[in-house]
């Protein structure tokens, strides 16, 4: 099928055109009729489906018909919350490339930047606004922003929502909006919590699931490294080193992790860059600018801050803490699978991790490939010390798994090959 056949106007199929876009991905293929038969919809997808086009498309579609022979100032008619700065930047962007020859306008709004250029944006008139929960309620306060002309609303990344506390303001941002409107609602996963608030605000909606086997771990090469601890920093090295990687995106749990990681990466003569929470926003902008250029050749997130990444073309995202949630792997490894495109991802995992990856690979039902041959494969009797020794404080502990790593030579470890997770 193809976009043209969906019943999508001749300014956005242009558009479309320009960005190379002419086939729908599954997600695309069954929202956008829905949509523009005017339903409400709850929709279960990941990043890397396609679900911005998803709903962009048919949300100018509505504006861009209703404005036709209207000359009045643009009045907020379409309200996207979304978790955080990048993913909201990122649904501007896309709103902006489909509809160039619309005329349809919008702007993004969020915290950690002062309000002046927002509020001026705003002042000029908007027919789309894309936001953060906080710097929306925010502007409301203050009388900058108006929710009584909404007509299409849409609630993006909604288990991430909540994970990150902002319950509390999503329902502040329901209360405010018309009850006559197109109410659009988008989910990873669905536990009880999901489903609860995805009923609060939709009426009778359309449901369109695309599971995660689908949409990314069928496609993405995937591997994984046994590894302990102490020598995931050294195989991450190798790794790079040893193989021509134009752009890798690596996870780490923590802020700190990631700081050390780029650190190390740095002192190893490796071009690297963090983006996480604790990082200004113009620094994770120009972070992730820097990124997409290919100035950076690597990439260190947390999770919460990758929302929004979308690079071309990445060549590889490594898993350098496997996640306790098995579907923020899915999130995870679709950043090098995005849409139809292929990829590779690889993970790292040490003893206390294995229960991770059987959790994930029960998920995607699907056995992910070890690399068995390469410079830091951990001892097994060491690994076993490294779970069963005894301490009296937690950072004692912390040291004593470190010190029980294998810590020989490993270039005489293995006959580790270029591209081992090529050959899985």
């Known amino acids: 099928m193809k976009f043209k056949e969906l019943g999508i106007i001749a300014p956005i199929l242009r558009a479309l055109e320009d960005q190379g876009y002419t086939t729908p991905t599954p997600i695309q293929e069954k929202t956008i009729p829905v949509l523009l038969r005017g339903k409400d919809l709850l ?6 489906t396609g679900k911005t086009a998803a709903f962009a498309i048919p ?99 909604a288990d991430h929502m909540l994970d990150m506390g902002f319950i509390h303001d999503i329902r502040k941002i329901i209360a405010k909006l018309p009850a006559k409107r197109q109410s ?85 003569g490796i071009n690297a860059d963090a983006i996480h929470g604790n990082k200004s ?16 050749n690597v990439l260190v997130a947390t999770d919460i801050a990758a929302r929004g990444i979308d690079v071309e073309e990445l060549s590889l995202v490594v898993n350098y803490d496997l996640p306790n949630v ?35 690979q029960r998920l995607i039902s699907q056995v992910v490939p070890v690399v068995k041959e390469h410079p830091y494969v951990p001892n097994p009797l060491e690994e076993t010390v490294e779970t069963t020794q005894p301490s009296r404080r937690p950072q004692q502990q912390h040291r004593s798994r470190s010190r029980s790593s294998y810590s020989g030579n490993p270039q005489g470890r293995s006959s580790y090959q270029k591209s081992s997770w090529n050959r899985q």
Do not use: W
């Open 184 to 268: 659009l609602f988008f989910s990873a996963t669905m536990p009880p919590a999901i489903i609860s608030l995805s009923q609060k605000i939709l009426g009778n909606p359309e449901k369109v699931t695309i599971k995660p086997g689908q949409a990314t771990a069928e496609r993405v090469k995937q591997a994984v490294y046994y590894v302990s601890k102490k020598n995931k920093t050294k195989l991450l090295i190798h790794l790079l080193k040893t193989d021509s990687i134009d752009s890798t995106l690596v996870f780490s749990r923590t802020k700190h992790g990631a700081n050390k990681i780029v650190r190390l990466l740095t002192n190893a």
């Open 326 to 360: 098995p579907e923020t792997y899915i999130h995870r490894i679709g950043r090098t699978g995005r849409a139809s495109a292929s990829g590779i991802a690889i993970s790292f995992c040490d003893t206390e991790e294995k229960p991770y990856l059987r959790d994930i």
């Open 59 to 157: 949300i100018l579609q509505h504006i861009y018909q209703s404005k036709q022979g209207y000359r009045s100032k643009a009045k907020i008619r379409a309200l996207v919350v979304t978790p955080t700065r990048e993913l909201a930047i990122q649904i501007g962007e896309s709103f902006s490339a489909y509809g160039r020859y619309t005329g349809v306008r919008n702007t993004v709004i969020y915290g950690g930047v002062k309000q002046g250029a927002q509020t001026q944006a705003l002042s000029r008139g908007v027919d789309i606004l894309v936001a953060t929960p906080g710097r929306l309620l925010d502007l409301m306060q203050q009388g900058y922003i108006s929710l009584r002309d909404i007509e299409f609303s849409v609630l993006d990344e």
């Open 43 to 48: 929709g279960c997808a990941q990043t890397g």
């Open 281 to 296: 926003q113009g620094a994770r902008q120009r972070a992730l600018g820097e990124f997409k250029r290919g100035h950076t």
